[in-house]
């Protein structure tokens, strides 16, 4: 198929998953309850470390919205089946992949645009850490939204969903250092901590915000796991869209 | 046939049981499935780590009481979920109303089920408190008074607000609204007064928060004045019976 | 077996009469009568009604849009042991009329009872004495079927042993023996669904609402429903099912009821309501929908998309045939069926909406 053609329909797609979600504001607005029990706990008990927190949360909101992609895949196939319609359709799956994906994340942009105007006033910083953050951002989106969509595939029911769900949000967004600093993790794990998406991204970000010291190597490590876990699994993602479709 | 059919008639049970059917239930979805009960062990302490790793190491103890509470209180958003599910997705529920078993019943069994893939979560956050904090038998019993107490409140939430569900996409948003905001008002990981006092009156209306208090009091966690137990636990049992009541009353067991 | 409550015209099967408030009382007040002098005789309360409803009316009033007029005056009864069927299109008032009388859901206006008892007043005395297969309900999926008929029994109240046996019986009844121990999440839709009806059948109570109980069953599994309610209604239990399966209405039913747009259109057995159409034998014309007016004479026409049925009797049949290889269009023969007598009820086709 022609690469244009290839991605056709993903627009429209896009356009008909953020429609689909705003109907259901209430889960947006739900879905930064998780990041604000983090905040109000990290301002009772350390306020100190706000503002890395407050990183913790953009970057925890956005890997957030895998799981919803998670969510909706598996609502969407389980349910209702809806996806055979669109596989047996011109539209290809790695459209139809990237369509949920893109919509969620743009229906789901609002609250984190509230977290950030909160960081911008409680720690404003340059726009070259904006930069990474943003790049950091797209980074994670891309890991968990591929992440979510490869977990969606391989459950039957939505009740069995959850628990996976919920450990890898907590494995990958509370234990790592995405809400605390990266200094407060023993020396002999900061390696893990910088290989992880979630963490890896914030303390790039903190990094690049004066927030935290990281080394040379810590940078090279962090950013290039970063990279390397985006790139490999959008890959992933797009190879297992087509293949779970000719399985579906 | 005239007979047969009395005989069907006289012969049919008046009254449901809850338990054989609801512990199977509960049950079979642990054990085909145990990652659903790994979770809700894991994910206490995932949090209690990251909690160690903030906040002074003196409130330990009070966070794992917190994380026990805070277990027993997300079955309300099982219980809601599994509920909203079973009635929506499944008719399920319908079954159950076309039978001797009624809505206590009903509403028991859901609870109970979620109950069994909580326990072991509990057990463990147990042993864990014993071994960071020296606790009485009398402080055993407030813990298991206060987790009964919270287990029944919030289960009936739960299933108050399950109800008036329409759609099970609506599950996921509003078990997040009604049940991480209550674990975010109530102070279960750290000492209510070091909340800001606006804060501190707000949190005292809600049931959690009596329970972390009468609890942090049993067990020597938390200095309280003289008769504040009493009235926690008063309060608590309260809170427990108007819960029970919005339960029994909003929940609709016949559709209008 | 002959219900007691259809009396047809004398010294034959009679037709089936549109039925209105009036002609389904003078049914239900013989029997009551004999109810009361049974009550007299055994000093208990005695109704030779399984279920008797009058006019029962249901209006849902949505979020948003309009109040929607589900059932607009329903009168209807069943006498202990019968097997009824309800017959419609999509949206006639089927499953709303049968949740009403499950108690599942609680009407707007009007009377339903259960063995004497009413559903609204008194739902906590009906309910050990019904059960109901939903339309499109599902099992636990992390349960097997015989787990899961197992469980619903005990929630029941029904002792273990017996339990236990019942649910064997109702997996065999249901051929679901070599799927009995597989998580109900891995059956196949069909499969789910006689999980379902089996949940249903094995607790044998003496009243059960059946919610178009085959769909999705392939036509042996239909069957071995159909054969074990029969069997249920030979043992004492007495059967209210919806459907819009012309051929289980006509095979399993012993009456039937027609609604249309929440009414009773016309009520009787297969046989009355065939009878009614005016012919025994329907010849089908292809493409014959613009011959109505030639082949209108020789009996009634219904029209079928571009088809042409024509209801006759045998003595038509060769001119009927004659006409149609003039005309150079296919025609072919077979016995009146269910469909004719309700597109003459209706006025429509039972899948059109």
């Not at chain 1, 002999?188 to 990094?207: C, D, E, H, K």
């Not at chain 2, 049919?12 to 079979?28: I, M, S």
């Not at chain 3, 009146?336 to 209706?346: D, G, I, P, S």
């Amino acid at each position: 198929m022609a690469f244009g053609l290839r991605w056709a329909g993903t627009g429209v797609f896009c356009a008909t998953e953020i429609r689909v979600q705003f109907h259901e504001w209430l889960a947006i607005l739900t879905g930064t309850l998780v990041q604000a029990v983090l905040l109000i706990f990290v301002w009772v008990l350390a306020r100190d470390i706000l503002p890395i927190a407050l990183i913790g949360a953009l970057v925890y909101s956005v890997f957030l919205i895998g799981q919803r992609v998670l969510n909706e895949a598996a609502y969407v196939r389980i349910d209702h089946k809806l996806n055979e319609l669109y596989h047996a359709s011109p539209m290809s799956p790695e459209a139809y992949f990237l369509g949920m994906s893109t919509g969620i994340f743009l229906a789901y942009l609002p609250p984190i645009l509230v977290i950030a105007v909160v960081t911008i006033v409680v720690a404003p910083f340059g726009l070259l850490p904006w930069g990474v953050l943003i790049a950091c951002l797209l980074a994670v989106w891309s890991v968990s939204a591929s992440l979510g969509y490869f977990i969606s595939t391989l459950f039957k029911d939505m009740k069995t969903i959850w628990p996976y769900s919920s450990l890898i949000t907590n494995l990958l967004g509370i234990v790592p250092p995405v809400f605390y600093p990266l200094h407060l993790v023993p020396e002999g794990w900061r390696w893990l901590a910088l290989v992880l998406p979630t963490s890896s991204a914030t303390a790039l970000v903190n990094g690049a915000a004066g927030l935290e010291v990281l080394s040379g190597e810590d940078v090279l490590l962090a950013g290039g796991s970063l990279a390397v876990e985006a790139i490999a699994l959008f890959i992933f993602g797009i190879y297992w869209a087509r293949r779970a479709a000719r399985e579906a | 046939m005239a007979g047969a059919v009395e005989k069907r008639l006289e012969g049919q049970p008046r009254a449901g049981r809850v338990l054989p059917a609801f512990a199977l239930v509960g049950w079979r979805w642990v054990s085909r499935n145990p990652v659903a009960t790994i979770v809700p062990i894991l994910l206490p302490f995932m949090f209690l780590y990251f909690l160690w790793r903030i906040s002074d190491p003196r409130y330990f103890p009070l966070e794992v009481v917190g994380a026990m509470l805070f277990t027993t209180q997300n079955i309300g958003s099982w219980c809601l979920s599994d509920s909203a599910y079973w009635r929506i997705e499944q008719r399920l529920q319908d079954l159950f109303v076309a039978s001797p078993m009624g809505k206590v019943r009903y509403l028991f069994g859901i609870a109970f089920s979620n109950l069994i893939p909580a326990a072991p979560a509990l057990a463990i956050l147990a042993v864990i408190l014993a071994w960071v904090t020296p606790v009485s038998l009398f402080g055993w019993l407030m813990l298991l008074a206060a987790i009964l107490v919270i287990w029944v409140t919030f289960s009936a939430i739960g299933l108050a607000v399950s109800s008036r569900l329409v759609s099970p996409r609506e599950v996921w948003p509003v078990g997040n609204l009604i049940f991480t905001t209550l674990g975010i008002i109530s102070p279960l990981y750290y000492p209510i007064t070091i909340l800001p006092p606006v804060w501190q009156g707000v949190a005292r209306f809600l049931p959690a928060t009596y329970a972390a208090l009468l609890v942090q009091d049993a067990l020597g966690l938390r200095s309280a004045v003289p008769g504040e137990m009493a009235l926690d636990a008063v309060l608590l049992l309260v809170s427990a019976v108007v819960g029970i009541g919005l339960a029994l009353r909003l929940y609709r067991w016949r559709e209008r | 077996m002959t219900s007691p409550l259809w009396r047809g015209k004398e010294g034959g099967s009679g037709g089936a009469r549109p039925r209105t408030s009036s002609s389904y009382k003078n049914d239900a007040t013989a029997l009551r009568t004999r109810a009361i002098y049974a009550a007299f005789r055994l000093r208990r309360r005695v109704s030779e009604l399984a279920l008797e409803a009058e006019d029962v009316r249901k209006t849902y009033h949505g979020r948003s849009g309009p109040a929607v007029e589900a059932l607009r005056g329903i009168s209807m009864a069943l006498g202990k042991g019968e097997r009824v069927a309800l017959l419609g299109r999509n949206g006639a008032g089927k499953t709303t009329f049968l949740r009403i009388a499950s108690t599942l859901l609680a009407p707007s206006a009007g009377r339903v009872e259960v063995f004497g008892l009413n559903v609204t007043r008194n739902p906590e005395q009906v309910r050990p004495l019904i059960a109901v297969v939903p339309q499109e309900g599902k099992p636990f999926f992390h349960l097997t079927p015989r787990e899961q008929i197992y469980a619903y029994l005990r929630a029941r109240g029904i002792d273990r042993e017996i339990a236990k046996a019942r649910t064997e019986q109702a997996l065999t009844q249901m051929d679901l023996e070599e799927v009995s121990d597989r998580l109900c999440i891995t059956l196949s839709g069909g499969q789910k669904q006689r999980a379902m009806v089996a949940t249903v059948i094995a607790t044998e109570a003496p009243l059960l609402f059946l919610d178009e109980p085959t769909i999705g069953m392939d036509p042996f599994a239909r069957r071995r429903v159909w054969e074990s309610l029969r069997r249920l209604t030979r043992s004492g239990s007495t059967i209210l099912l919806t459907t819009h399966y012309l051929d289980e209405a006509e095979a399993l039913s012993q009456r039937l009821y027609i609604l249309e747009e929440g009414r009773v259109l016309v009520a009787g057995t297969a046989e009355e309501l065939k009878h009614q159409v005016g012919g025994t034998l329907r010849v089908t014309i292809a493409d014959g929908g613009r011959l109505r007016d030639a082949f209108a004479s020789f009996g009634t026409c219904v029209r079928e998309a571009e088809s042409l049925h024509v209801i006759t009797g045998p003595e038509r049949i060769n001119e009927i045939m004659a006409l149609a290889m003039r005309e150079k269009v296919s025609a072919t023969v077979g016995p009146v069926t269910l469909e004719e007598a309700f597109l003459r009820a209706v006025g429509r086709s039972i899948d059109e909406e």
